[in-house]
């Protein structure tokens, strides 16, 4: 009985080290979850991207329009807006962002707002590049 005690203790202490050892130390202190919530300087968005979004989209996606009860809603405040926003693009693949698939009539019931290559698209494209990658 002492045996299999020793044995499973050993055991026990063989796994500690041997994870402990498999630990990553490098990677530094852990992130802030505070800074997710943190509010971001987006000039680019609230100066280029913005604007777009108003003219061509709010017309149906702010409240009490025929789109406004879709996750893409518009209330005339940008800062508030850009979570929102950023929610339906994919920095790494900028093109297949939900966001420009829908402005451009993909699964879109109000149709083409541009086309790939318009100004306005590019614009956006542009932004969505400059964001942090999501992987």
Not at 34 to 44: G, I, L, Q, Y
């Amino acid at each position: 009985m002492r045996f299999e005690i020793r044995a499973a203790a050993l055991g026990l202490l063989a796994a500690a080290l041997l994870a402990a050892g498999c630990a990553d130390f490098t990677r530094g202190p852990v992130a802030d979850a505070a800074a997710d919530t943190a509010p971001v300087d987006d000039s680019a968005f609230e100066t280029y991207v913005y604007p777009i979004l108003q003219a061509d989209c709010s017309s149906c996606h702010s409240q009490g329009e025929q789109a406004g009860s879709t996750r893409f809603r518009l209330t005339g405040d940008a800062k508030a807006d850009r979570a929102g926003v950023v929610a339906l693009v994919y920095p790494d693949f900028p093109a297949g962002s939900l966001l420009l698939q829908r402005a451009t009539g993909n699964g879109h019931s109000g149709g083409l707002i541009f086309t790939p290559d318009s100004a306005d698209y590019m614009t956006i494209l542009n932004w969505i590049s400059t964001l942090p990658a999501t992987h």
